[in-house]
């Protein structure tokens, strides 16, 4: 199935582009999934996604945890805790 | 109402805007957040020079309007506003206004507070500054944080 | 800075004034009064067709110059701003407005908060009320009472 | 002694005038005494000040109680709770 990524802030500095239409592994099945698969690409994004506490998912433009399914034909946006106001 | 912009706004025309016509509203409340050009979290050490918003177009829009609904569900509005601009921005330079109406003082105030703590922790915007050392992401405010758990 | 005076006021000029050439101010905080069609207390049914707002000349400067210092000595505020109507008023019309200054977002909105509370309770103004039955003079809401003790 | 005395919104309505100069009886020393002084007066006085649970007064503009002391040359100002805002 393929997804399509959005990043922001540092993170879309640091891995280098703002977007990105992904295709998944079938055994990723949920955004915690998610993130170890794209960990798992290494480089920017290994490093980007170094320290996930500091990560914030949303799919289809909802917050979501760890265990939100990601399915095919979705919008997933990673970025950091917001700071706007 | 919500509106994401890159244009300033004028604050006096806005205000008038949301009361127009209804002779019901009591009292408008607003917050208007301005670029300072200091970082609070640096203990004002640093100097800002400019500010950069970057927001996620879509669910930006998304996000405000449920912030708004929840603010009416909870109070007697007869009105509420945000806008929200993005892109550069300089020191004095207005970021964002929320303003609420209503025929109560205290609905007003309460849901415009409401609106400000809410939006800074929900709305997906990300400040970048640049510093006489570089740019810098902002980082998220634990008291901000706090703010909006104050608010369930 | 305090202002007591007949003529209306541009709240975005009052505004841009406030925060003008200081960019620590990181927030503005204001409430606007405006003359409500109706009294909130007579439950909505009893229709105002104008207000004529008495004050104290002298007593009204002073307490409302205590009440923004009182502002001052509690948060941390660059800048606070009273003014406040008196004469008569038409529905939609502005009465007061109370604006703070602050580079943080928390003092400008409780010091605003508190100083219309205050005011309400302690700047000398009377308010009478054109109805169709006549006029009659606005009694005062026990809420308001609650609402400056709760500042205590 | 004499006072300066200030009636503000339906007080004022009701004693009929805004401000007048008094001259006080030795006997008042206080804003209980005027406000005694001034009922004792009768007519327009007595039903203004006839329930004095809803008269708020200042002496030199300040919000005082029943027994703040009155002096010679005192400006008092006696109206009922204020309502602006």
Same mark, same amino acid.
């Given at each position: 199935?393929?997804?399509?990524?959005?990043?922001?802030?540092?993170?879309?500095?640091?891995?280098?582009?703002?977007?990105?239409?992904?295709?998944?592994?079938?055994?990723?099945?949920?955004?915690?999934?998610?993130?170890?698969?794209?960990?798992?690409?290494?480089?920017?994004?290994?490093?980007?996604?170094?320290?996930?506490?500091?990560?914030?998912?949303?799919?289809?433009?909802?917050?979501?945890?760890?265990?939100?399914?990601?399915?095919?034909?979705?919008?997933?946006?990673?970025?950091?805790?917001?700071?706007?106001? | 109402?919500?509106?994401?912009?890159?244009?300033?706004?004028?604050?006096?025309?806005?205000?008038?805007?949301?009361?127009?016509?209804?002779?019901?509203?009591?009292?408008?409340?607003?917050?208007?957040?301005?670029?300072?050009?200091?970082?609070?979290?640096?203990?004002?050490?640093?100097?800002?020079?400019?500010?950069?918003?970057?927001?996620? *177009?879509?669910?930006?829009?998304?996000?405000?309007?449920?912030? %708004?609904?929840?603010?009416?569900? /909870?109070?007697?509005? +007869? $009105? =509420?506003?945000?806008?929200?601009?993005?892109?550069?921005?300089?020191?004095?330079?207005?970021?964002?206004?929320?303003?609420?109406?209503?025929?109560?003082?205290?609905?007003?105030?309460?849901?415009?507070?409401?609106?400000?703590?809410?939006?800074?922790?929900?709305? *997906?915007?990300?400040?970048?500054?640049?510093?006489?050392?570089? %740019?810098?992401?902002?980082?998220? /405010?634990?008291?901000? +944080? $706090? =703010?909006?758990?104050?608010?369930?």
């Amino acid at each position: 199935m393929s997804v399509q990524l959005l990043y922001f802030a540092w993170l879309r500095a640091r891995i280098g582009r703002g977007e990105e239409e992904l295709e998944l592994p079938p055994a990723v099945r949920d955004v915690a999934g998610l993130l170890e698969f794209l960990r798992s690409r290494g480089g920017r994004y290994a490093e980007a996604l170094a320290d996930l506490s500091v990560v914030r998912v949303a799919v289809n433009q909802d917050y979501v945890e760890r265990d939100h399914p990601v399915r095919g034909g979705d919008e997933v946006a990673i970025f950091p805790p917001v700071t706007g106001g | 109402m919500i509106r994401v912009q890159r244009e300033d706004f004028d604050i006096g025309a806005e205000l008038d805007r949301l009361a127009a016509g209804n002779p019901r509203i009591g009292g408008i409340a607003s917050f208007v957040g301005l670029v300072r050009d200091f970082n609070l979290e640096a203990g004002g050490d640093d100097r800002v020079s400019a500010l950069t918003l970057e927001h996620y *177009p879509g669910m930006t829009e998304k996000k405000l309007a449920e912030i %708004e609904a929840e603010a009416h569900r /909870r109070w007697p509005l +007869d $009105a =509420a506003l945000i806008i929200h601009r993005y892109g550069r921005l300089e020191p004095g330079d207005r970021i964002v206004l929320v303003a609420t109406a209503s025929p109560h003082r205290e609905a007003a105030l309460a849901a415009c507070h409401f609106l400000i703590d809410w939006l800074k922790t929900d709305a *997906p915007f990300w400040k970048s500054e640049e510093t006489p050392r570089g %740019e810098r992401w902002v980082e998220q /405010r634990a008291q901000d +944080d $706090a =703010a909006r758990k104050g608010w369930r």
